[in-house]
């Protein structure tokens, strides 16, 4: 009985080992695989092309400014998906640049993100969720002053944000009751 029970268990660890060393295996025999010594060459080369901390912003205001027509025409399908998509691209920016070097010292853009999002953000949800166009509105011009703090602090008080005056899209149809096709 005992030797049945020592070739159980030894074909249950052949079968558990089984997995990791094929993975290893195939991983070790990839053809055209760089050598670990090229590996600090590799990620200054990833650098290079990661867009950079304006490009995820600019991404930022592309949504937030689709979610003040998207509120206002009040197809709140769509302005959750736009808040959504701010949130996303806030998110991405700050994995970019999580802390700005300012004369005053860093500034923790992490935190300043979970803040926004934990109250100003979730105020625009809540009025979205609601389906309450005022609160909505307050909600959104909070939001902007929020954002301006964050420039302000991170010493770009020229980046002023406003409420948007024109989809900057205007491809998009924010009428809830829109037929398709037109």
Request: glycine letters at 4%; one cysteine or more.
């Amino acid at each position: 009985m005992k030797s049945n029970w020592n070739r159980w268990r030894f074909l249950l660890l052949a079968l558990a080992a089984a997995p990791v060393a094929w993975l290893n295996l195939n991983h070790a025999a990839e053809p055209g695989a760089p050598p670990a010594s090229a590996l600090p060459a590799e990620v200054e080369r990833l650098k290079a092309v990661v867009p950079d901390q304006s490009h995820a912003m600019a991404d930022v205001g592309y949504h937030f400014a689709n979610l003040w027509f998207a509120g206002n025409k009040k197809n709140w399908p769509l302005a959750k998906f736009y808040l959504d998509e701010t949130r996303s691209h806030l998110k991405w920016a700050v994995r970019i640049i999580p802390v700005r070097k300012t004369k005053a010292g860093d500034v923790d853009l992490r935190g300043i993100l979970e803040a926004v999002d934990n109250s100003l953000l979730s105020a625009i949800q809540k009025a979205i969720q609601a389906e309450d166009t005022s609160k909505f509105t307050n909600a959104y011009r909070l939001t902007l002053e929020g954002c301006y703090s964050c420039h302000k602090a991170s010493e770009k008080p020229y980046l002023r944000p406003q409420i948007p005056l024109t989809p900057p899209q205007p491809i998009i149809n924010f009428d809830p009751d829109a037929k398709w096709p037109q």
